[in-house]
């Protein structure tokens, strides 16, 4: 499989839990973005990464999100103190460059 | 920025045409166009650079206009298979220094048979 995968893709955790959540780019692509998307909203940007280095943080994200990148490959998110604000589908997307984006199937957060 | 896309939802019959608009208040380097159907991920339609270069898809077609910071997408002779909602992404700047695709809120398109 070529494309973008992402684990896991539903996760159900209590309020003050903390999740993570793992993206899998297309090999070859040297640029992976993380976006939120709740229901009836455009994809909203979280963070991006070209290879190792987080280039952009979003305002969104706050204290609570980290993510990281290691050796310029698989990415993680994770996510501390979960909130119910936090509940969303959570999105990973790779590209080659500037070009288009290749987006993964996204990790749906439910926090109760 | 988010860009603002219009109409917010339009229902069409097959074989009909429709123009989705989107347009930010920010100089833009390239413009972006994805369709999501319900339950998937988002799926890129076309790319919209500055100067001109477009790169995309058959059948679908689009315009850049980088004085008035606009972009339109046009659907021709649609489709049952064109339903899903479509998303402008921006890229800001003069050369794209500003790296993350903004999206805007979306476009609702349905097809009927």
């Known amino acids: 499989d070529t494309g973008v995968s992402q684990d896991p893709r539903h996760k159900i955790t209590k309020r003050g839990q903390n999740v993570t959540f793992r993206c899998d780019p297309i090999?070859?692509?040297?640029?992976l973005y993380w976006y939120r998307q709740t229901l009836g909203q455009g994809p909203e940007f979280l963070t991006y990464?070209?290879?190792?280095?987080?280039?952009?943080k979003s305002r969104l994200l706050s204290d609570r999100f980290s993510a990281e990148r290691p050796k310029g490959s698989f990415s993680t998110l994770e996510i501390q103190r979960t909130e119910q604000g936090d509940s969303a589908m959570y999105l990973c997307a790779s590209s080659l460059g500037l070009g288009e984006l290749f987006f993964g199937e996204g990790s749906r957060l439910t926090v109760l | 920025q988010q860009p603002v896309q219009s109409p917010q939802a339009v229902i069409l019959r097959e074989g009909e045409d429709a123009v989705i608009n989107c347009s930010s208040s920010k100089a833009l380097y390239s413009v972006h166009w994805y369709r999501q159907k319900h339950g998937e991920a988002p799926v890129f339609l076309m790319i919209?650079?500055?100067?001109?270069e477009q790169k995309g898809h058959e059948k679908i077609s689009a315009s850049f206009n980088e004085k008035k910071q606009q972009s339109s997408l046009y659907l021709t002779a649609s489709q049952l298979s064109y339903s899903g909602t479509y998303f402008c992404g921006t890229v800001g700047g003069t050369s794209g220094s500003a790296r993350q695709l903004t999206f805007g809120s979306g476009t609702q398109l349905t097809v009927l048979p």
């Open positions: 090999s070859e692509h040297n640029r």
């Open positions: 990464f070209q290879n190792e280095a987080q280039l952009e």
């Open positions: 919209l650079l500055k100067g001109g």
